[in-house]
């Protein structure tokens, strides 16, 4: 078993989801998280000062898979949510022990 972790844009969420309900995933995690990112953002003006918020909303989600479906959850997940910048879609995998 492994765990999939995928940190993906807000947008891309329900797209992502259709197709992992389309591929028999119906159980994962999805929490919203904010992200410390180095990407140009405009300048905000909050109670009178300039400053530039270096932080994306963004989606993380939590699937516990057999190893043999990592693969094409992987590629499903890449192909729908990355759009060729780096910080847009980012998966970790890791060895997933059952606890009871």
Do not use: Y
């Not at 180095?38 to 905000?44: F, I, K, L, N, V």
């Amino acid at each position: 078993m492994q765990q999939i972790e995928a940190v993906i844009q807000p947008c891309k969420l329900n797209e992502v989801r259709n197709a992992l309900d389309e591929m028999g995933i119906e159980d994962f995690t999805e929490s919203p998280i904010l992200c410390h990112t180095h990407q140009s953002r405009p300048a905000m003006k909050f109670r009178g000062a300039k400053f530039v918020a270096n932080i994306a909303e963004n989606v993380k989600l939590e699937v516990i898979a057999a190893d043999e479906a990592v693969g094409k959850i992987i590629e499903v997940i890449g192909a729908i949510a990355r759009t060729g910048n780096s910080e847009d879609c980012r998966i970790a995998i890791r060895p997933f022990l059952e606890v009871t």
